[in-house]
């Protein structure tokens, strides 16, 4: 069971006793899935794939495309794959008939705060163009991705991704589903504690969980945060309200932002570039750079890079790749993020990366939830240590 229970606001869609009966369920099945199932696709490997493959070929496979094309055959790989695909479509749909039964109420509530007064503001583009690689695809499965705007005023796609993360990650991320933001705040402390960053701007907020926890970890900041979604930054700006945090919220494309050359001390980017093109996350850099003020710092945060893992864990992460609607997921964790850094105008010499604060550590959670799972196929929900890629101006 989910050890804590998520902070209630705004537009935080309730749920009935079947509705949480169900979401419950889901997550216990995910759970029983990932961790007691899916570790047997390496008996799989081991014994079967392994010698065939070294009979054949003379050799051991040499990187995790070499090991899927085998693994894809295999009717276990199949059906765990089919498995977990499955479960993440039913836990949407679980928490997406919750939202709906209420959508109206949420709509309305969400518009009374945006009326009424506010110590953040939204600002929303109704001419905005949607990038091609968001608007084509529904991330992580969610049914319409940060891209779907169904009527107007709609909040589904924030409602989605907040309740619908709070259940997947089984609480990780903190009641208030800040702990990227609190984690990435720790990160700051700890590269550059000469840095008090008076305006900071997060790329990709979504539905501004992260973002809480940076206005939370940085109170006296001008705290600003970007996505491409109306339906994502309504329910953002709804929710901060609600918790009285001071947030502005844009509908920009991180590509080309409308904000001024050196506007900002922190620019973060938050397990938000696997999401994005090759050619968005090196116009990502740039943009940052130009936003930044001299010594300022950008910040961003992902799962570890593919770099130095063997070729089976290569693989078991690379699942999102290409059964959960993740297609850039592999190519930004081989992408060498010192380099993309130095092509928007970075000094490499003010270059870092590796390991730091986690979700789970950052809201103290590490007792109250199961903070490592067992080994399974795809992206872990640890919560331990997080890696980080930073660079001063």
Request: aromatic letters at 10%; charged letters at 20%.
């Amino acid at each position: 069971m989910v050890a804590l229970k998520q902070m209630p606001h705004a537009v935080l869609p309730s749920a009935t006793l079947d509705e949480a009966a169900r979401q419950a369920f889901i997550n216990q099945l995910g759970k029983h899935v990932l961790n007691d199932i899916t570790p047997g696709n390496k008996a799989v490997y081991d014994k079967h794939v392994l010698p065939a493959f070294q009979q054949t070929h003379e050799r051991a496979p040499a990187d995790r495309h070499e090991i899927r094309k085998e693994m894809v055959r295999q009717p276990y790989y199949q059906m765990t794959s089919s498995f977990q695909r499955t479960i993440q479509e039913m836990m949407w749909n679980a928490v997406d008939e919750s939202i709906q039964r209420q959508l109206p109420d949420l709509i309305d509530v969400a518009q009374n705060i945006a009326r009424g007064k506010t110590t953040g503001s939204l600002t929303l583009d109704p001419n905005f163009e949607m990038p091609g690689y968001i608007k084509h695809n529904d991330n992580h499965a969610t049914p319409g991705g940060y891209s779907a705007d169904l009527l107007p005023g709609d909040v589904t796609a924030g409602a989605l991704y907040d309740r619908g993360a709070f259940i997947y990650t089984q609480g990780l991320f903190g009641p208030r589903m800040d702990g990227i933001g609190k984690a990435a705040a720790m990160m700051v402390s700890r590269v550059r504690p000469d840095l008090k960053p008076k305006k900071i701007l997060e790329i990709g907020c979504t539905a501004g969980g992260s973002t809480g926890g940076l206005a939370i970890m940085f109170p006296e900041a001008d705290l600003h945060g970007i996505d491409v979604g109306a339906a994502l930054l309504r329910y953002a700006h709804a929710r901060a309200e609600s918790w009285g945090l001071p947030i502005h919220f844009h509908q920009m494309n991180a590509e080309h932002m409308s904000f001024a050359d050196e506007s900002f001390d922190l620019v973060c980017c938050l397990a938000t570039l696997h999401e994005t093109s090759r050619n968005a996350t090196f116009n990502i850099f740039k943009e940052a750079f130009r936003a930044l003020r001299p010594g300022g710092l950008f910040l961003c945060s992902e799962l570890p890079p593919y770099k130095g893992v063997d070729p089976w864990n290569q693989f078991v992460r690379d699942w999102d790749t290409y059964n959960n609607n993740e297609p850039f997921w592999g190519g930004v964790h081989d992408l060498e993020l010192k380099d993309v850094a130095v092509a928007a105008g970075f000094d490499p010499t003010k270059y870092f990366e590796g390991n730091g604060p986690g979700v789970a550590q950052a809201n103290a959670l590490t007792s109250a939830v199961e903070v490592e799972n067992k080994k399974f196929m795809g992206s872990t929900r640890g919560g331990g240590q997080a890696w980080y890629a930073g660079v001063s101006k």
